[in-house]
């Protein structure tokens, strides 16, 4: 999916830094459910998976789960967190042996607090299995940087100079993990052969074009980004601005036989090494009512599914262009499988889940998975012909997990014996880490604990602020229509009955919540933000008091809806 253009350097520093050591698990009981603790540092919100010789990582900030079970925190190394306004976390990471590649990224408030842009904020790059790493810079342009070379001709460039915009949602690594490439949004496909030290701009197809033959003359504007271009002529008469929908990315794969694959703002894109060609040359499939193409003209997740006898076919998941705000009668949202080339050299797409909108996929060696935020977790065990559709996790005794309301299926990838799904939700208390063992029948959940006196993404809020408690509620302060739920949590030195009690400012008796027969160890108990007669309780500051094993604990939850 690349073009080797120029190089354009970016800033790189070797971090010194070494991996955490392995973390022992913990189980955390929640009366109506458990869950085993993340490590120290690693946080909720797990909207990125992928899996490498049996060791899955997983964001925001990365973790590793060994084959064995051993938990390790990578994201504290130095090289995950650059000088940016807002703190990086993991927009994507992909591993090819002991090579890693991650890309970070903010969502950036100060720029925007309504709509805040994905922000590059460059990569974390390992070469040893995640021992030590090294820090990149965001693939950018230089304000110089106004041309591109495909082939023989030199296109006309608008360069991508800003972060907002630019983040790297996507990565692939080829097979000896020797090139990398990035869908890196407003500043478009970039491809890197020394690990992100430089990286070069690929060109796509323009918008009005289905193919990009290297050989043949090229003359159109390259402008994935056009925010520096001007909407007004001389005369402050407003002036149409070009714009490569097809050169903004979204995801990219590169398959077993090398081929690339990319989804972008307008279509799917396969690369085709032609005769005589220096560069990579292009196709580029939309949505046909005869089923020639993805099913909406918005591409974005791509997975290749292993076949040991022929071509690995690439599942695609497409939205209508509609979330674009274009009209689009035709197209939906949904996924389709190319499954090869016809005798004539077509290509051959088959529909086998319409009107879902999916934003990961993943396999094993029996069935295929779906991560649909708005539905749960797709499950077919008959290569799409058929699914099933999780949308209860329980755990092996029945028990449903305890989980936020607004917890969504994010992300899923496999391991040997495990499929892995990432929750996301609106708060830092929500989401977490599912692993089934059993074809996603049952469940166990992973989730990291935020500590008192942090701030939104769980680091100190001032230095020295985060102090040792019995007891804290998380989080807090806590709007109940987002979180769902505050916990409240504590650690036990032997069983015992738990009883919490939450008073308003007045001391007047709001909610009591009984928790009998908790076991040793970290305990929590929720609250839904509601009296005992079930009505929602008003914004302010309430007390709790936890009294269980001969002690009285207490504290204070800010209710802000």
């Known amino acids: 999916m690349r073009r080797l253009l120029f190089a354009l350097a970016v800033g790189g520093a070797l971090v010194g830094g070494v991996a955490a050591p392995p973390a022992a698990a913990q189980t955390v009981e929640a009366g109506d459910g458990a869950f085993t603790a993340l490590p120290a540092g690693a946080r909720n919100g797990v909207f990125v998976l992928d899996a490498e010789g049996g060791t899955l990582y997983a964001g925001p900030r990365l973790v590793a789960v060994e084959p064995d079970g051993t938990l390790r925190f990578l994201g504290g190394d130095p090289a995950f967190d650059p000088a940016t306004a807002v703190g990086a976390r993991v927009f994507d990471v992909e591993a090819v042996g002991d090579t890693i590649v991650v890309a970070l990224g903010f969502n950036d408030v100060t720029s925007d607090e ?25 693939a950018l342009d230089q304000s110089v940087d106004t041309t591109v070379t495909v082939g023989a ?78 909407r007004q002529d001389a005369d ?30 307008a279509g799917l894109n396969r690369s085709v090494r032609l005769p005589d060609a220096a560069d990579l040359a292009w196709l580029r499939y939309v949505d046909d009512p005869l089923g ?39 197209e939906e949202s949904g996924v389709v499988v190319w499954r090869g080339d016809d005798a004539d050299g077509f290509a051959v797409f088959e529909p086998v889940l319409l009107g879902v909108a999916a934003t990961d996929i993943a396999f ?98 001032e230095a020295g602020s985060a102090r040792d408690v019995d007891v804290y509620a998380y989080p807090n302060p806590f709007a109940p229509s987002r979180d769902g739920a505050v916990r409240v949590r504590l650690d036990l030195a032997s069983p015992a009955d738990l009883t919490v009690r939450i008073f308003d400012f007045a001391m007047s008796l709001v909610r009591t919540l009984d928790a009998p027969g908790r076991p040793a160890g970290p305990n929590e108990v929720r609250w839904d933000g509601r009296t ?30």
């Open 114 to 138: 309504e709509a805040p842009p994905s922000t590059a904020a460059g990569f974390a790059v390992s070469t040893d299995g995640g021992r030590t790493w090294t820090s990149r810079g965001p």
């Open 153 to 230: 001709s030199v296109l006309r460039a608008v360069p991508a100079t800003v972060p907002q915009g630019a983040a790297t949602g996507s990565l692939a690594l080829t097979a000896g993990a020797d090139t990398v490439y990035a869908a890196s949004g407003l500043a478009g496909l970039r491809r890197s052969t020394d690990l992100g030290a430089t990286w070069q701009r690929v060109v796509l197809p323009p918008d009005s074009a289905a193919v990009l033959d290297p050989r043949e003359p090229q003359a159109f504007l390259y402008v994935p980004d056009n925010r520096r271009l001007p």
């Open 236 to 265: 402050g008469n407003p002036v149409a601005v070009p714009v490569s929908l097809n050169n903004i990315p979204n995801s990219v794969l590169v398959d077993e036989a090398g081929t690339v694959w990319v989804g972008t703002n």
């Open 532 to 561: 005992d007669g079930g009505l929602r309780v008003a914004n302010g500051a309430y007390i709790y008091v936890v009294e269980g094993a001969g002690a009285s604990r207490s504290g204070r939850i800010l209710v802000i809806e």
């Open 364 to 461: 094993d060696a029996e069935r295929a998975y779906v991560a649909a935020p708005a539905d749960g977790l797709y499950v077919s065990d008959d290569d799409g012909a058929s699914w099933r559709v999780v949308r209860v996790f329980r755990d092996a005794a029945g028990r449903r997990l305890p989980l936020n309301p607004n917890d969504q299926v994010r992300a899923v990838a496999t391991t040997p014996g495990a499929v892995w799904v990432g929750l996301g939700g609106a708060d830092r208390s929500s989401g977490g880490l599912l692993q089934s063992t059993d074809g996603a029948r049952t469940w166990t959940l992973f989730r990291a604990d935020v500590a008192p006196g942090t701030d939104v993404d769980g680091e100190p809020a």
């Open 292 to 330: 020639g193409g993805p099913v909406g003209n918005v591409v974005g997740a791509l997975a290749a599914r292993d076949d040991p006898d022929g071509r690995d076919p690439v599942w695609i998941a497409a939205f209508s262009s509609a979330v674009l705000g274009a009209a689009a009668p035709e």
